[in-house]
């Protein structure tokens, strides 16, 4: 049987990532990598599940979100909790087992947001989302100042305003989390992206992405063909809330101390530039664009005074590149080998 | 009885195409008409669109919808489907009522349609596009999707060699991979078809289907409109302002102006017709 198209560049973009996780631990190991750099490992990871499940919302359902730090935030706290609870309270010793649950908690909890918010939002027609993703974004952080969670023998206490719990602080307000485990390691974030790739790929590759997709596109049509818009908006939104809430436990696992103000307004934007210089709807432009913006900062330490001039070349040229009619076209035509398109003609509306 | 009549409808409208006699089949509309509208209307700020439409459609039945632009005929599809709720008047499809129902009720009730302004999903391939008309009838959800279950492999197949069958009815499988969007125009009206077709519909409603099209196209469209009835045995409405079209293959036509019916009968009856011929000759003067 002939391999479908797709199944060929999802086995080629899984190859090259697998690649470059080689050549990275091979880097680590060899000791050829800066300390800065191997620093930026985990956030590398984490920033590229980020980009990629953004896109799935923005760039394969079409809708706008502008709360993605928002679903990483919830994500890292939980996490953070849930890790310092599975070792006291479960006895989960085995820091990657910890990490594992303590990411998957962290995207429960995220999806549990993502359902809370797209229930009354995606119902609406228009650009709602946005506006109440970058609201959700903005209130997560400012609850999260206010709150304060310690483990007090087998207990999980919360508190609203009141910093004067007993047991030992987790989460301490406005200062966040502290003593955290770093317990993050840059294979499990490896395979959360290799895990972040499957699902997206996956589902765009299957009926409900194709849902998801048309939906996009074309909603009347979509409707008319017999598709429940609001759910498969729903289905593209609370996964990729679940995969930030699993990057955000990923990212407050990898520190000693955590502040909700980490994931403000700025840093969903920065996700969302990843998502629009890689290309809306092109999942592997995100993990290049992510991938390159986080570490560029550290190699062009070495430029020093021109570093934020390099950087912002580096922006536009990336811009430029993704954005060209011509190279997009030479592209497409490398990795798709795609019919020249004809020309609509005839009669408009 | 409704789920039956249901079920009993999916079996019938087979995806297989029966083989074609050639001969109108029989229509029975002594039986439950697949659509009939009732004092069907509604009203956008005052003006009435649509007013007092009443219409009957029986099985394997071909219907023209008449009249000058801006007469109301988008607007009587856009109720039928649902898109717009009717202020006044009821709905039928096979017997069933759809008040309260949304577009995706009224699709899955077996009304299925194309639009005047092409609506594909543009970047989108042509089989994926009629990949998402047949949605409803592939069954394997998200999760089998995601981890490529068996269920995802059989499917998909099954899907696959659905969507290439319905396009070979327009000649189109060679087209299958290509970008939807960039598809000639004639084509693209085509595939709207096609889309449409592949819910399964028991009333297929075409909204200008001959746009654009030059006559060579306009003359192949109304054999295979005639053939589509033949092989998946619905009935099929027509907006058509290409009377060499309507006049020829419409077993029936209704004539809408100003929102109104002015005229129900067969293409001789209409064409003989002094309101009729009024209503058209009164807009030419004023063109
Ligand atoms: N959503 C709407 N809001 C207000 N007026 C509308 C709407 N849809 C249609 N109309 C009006 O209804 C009338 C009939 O339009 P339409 O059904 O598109 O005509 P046509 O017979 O050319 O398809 C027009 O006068 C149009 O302006
Ligand atoms: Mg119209």
Not at chain 1, 7 to 18: C, E, Q, R, W
Not at chain 2, 25 to 30: C, G, I, K, T
Request: contains cysteine.
């Amino acid at each position: 049987m002939k391999l479908k198209k797709s199944t060929i560049n999802n086995i080629i973009s899984y190859g090259i990532v697998i690649v470059t996780f080689i050549i990275c631990q091979m880097m680590i190991s060899s000791g050829s990598m800066t300390r800065s750099l191997k620093g930026q490992m985990v956030p590398i990871c984490v920033y590229i599940v980020m980009a990629v499940s953004l896109n799935l919302v923005v760039g394969i359902s079409g809708e706008l979100s502008l709360g993605h730090a928002g679903f990483m935030s919830v994500g890292a706290f939980s996490g953070i909790i849930g890790a310092a609870w599975l070792r006291s309270v479960l006895g989960v010793e085995n820091e990657i087992l910890r990490l594992v649950l303590s990411m998957i908690i962290g995207g429960a909890f995220a999806a549990i947001f993502g359902v809370l918010i797209g229930i009354p939002v995606l119902r609406l027609r228009g650009d709602y989302l946005a506006i109440v993703t970058l609201a959700f974004g903005e209130i997560i952080r400012n609850v999260l100042n206010c709150l304060y969670f310690s483990l007090d023998g087998n207990h999980l206490r919360i508190s609203f305003n009141n910093p004067n719990i007993p047991g030992t602080i987790l989460v301490n307000g406005p200062n966040g989390a502290k003593d955290v485990d770093k317990i993050a390691t840059f294979p499990v974030g490896f395979v959360l992206i290799l895990f972040t790739l499957f699902m997206v790929l996956n589902l765009i590759n299957s009926r409900s992405g194709r849902a998801i997709m048309a939906t996009r596109d074309n909603r009347i049509a979509a409707e008319a063909m017999g598709i429940n818009v609001t759910k498969y908006k729903m289905m593209a939104f609370v996964t990729a809330a679940a995969l930030a809430g699993m990057a955000g436990a990923l990212y407050g696992l990898n520190f000693s101390t955590v502040a909700a103000s980490k994931f403000k307004f700025d840093t969903s934007i920065l996700v969302l530039v990843f998502v629009v210089l890689g290309g809306i709807g092109n999942i592997w432009g995100s993990i290049i664009a992510a991938a390159l913006l986080t570490v560029l900062p550290e190699l062009l330490r070495a430029f020093a005074d021109y570093r934020m001039l390099v950087y912002a070349i580096v922006l536009i040229l990336v811009m430029l590149a993704t954005n060209n009619p011509f190279i997009r076209s030479l592209f497409d035509r490398l990795i798709h080998r795609r019919k020249p398109a004809t020309q609509r003609g005839g009669a408009s509306e | 009885m409704t789920e039956n009549t249901r079920k009993k409808r999916m079996l019938d409208t087979r995806m297989v195409p029966a083989p074609s006699h050639g001969i109108i089949p029989e229509r029975d509309l002594n039986s439950t008409p697949v659509l009939e509208a009732r004092h069907l209307g509604i009203e956008f700020g005052g003006l009435k669109a649509v007013d007092d439409f009443n219409l009957i459609i029986g099985k394997t039945e071909i219907a023209g919808l008449i009249g000058p632009n801006g007469a109301g005929k988008t607007t009587v599809f856009n109720l039928l489907t649902k898109v717009y709720q009717p202020t006044m008047g009821t709905i039928m499809i096979n017997g069933r009522d759809t008040a309260g129902m949304n577009t995706v009720q009224a699709n899955k009730l077996g009304i299925a349609r194309t639009f005047q302004n092409i609506r594909l999903f543009d970047n989108m391939t042509v089989e994926d596009n009629v990949r998402i008309g047949l949605h409803n009838q592939v069954k394997y959800g998200m999760f089998s999707g995601i981890f490529r279950l068996p269920a995802y492999w059989k499917q998909e197949k099954q899907q696959h060699e659905q969507a290439l069958e319905l396009l070979s009815l327009f000649d189109m499988q060679d087209m299958a991979s290509s970008r939807a969007g960039s598809l000639p125009y004639g084509a693209q009206r085509r595939l709207e078809i096609v889309r449409a077709l592949a819910t399964k519909p028991c009333l297929l409603l075409l909204d200008e289907p001959a746009a654009g099209m030059n006559p060579h196209e306009t003359e192949e469209l109304m054999r295979n409109i005639i053939k589509i009835r033949d092989r998946f045995q619905i009935a099929i409405m027509l907006i058509e302002h290409d009377m060499n079209l309507v006049m020829g293959i419409c077993e029936g036509i209704c004539v809408l102006n100003y929102g109104r019916i002015i005229a129900k009968g067969t293409a001789d009856e209409i064409q003989a017709n002094p309101t009729v011929i009024e209503a058209y000759l009164g807009k030419k003067k004023e063109g």
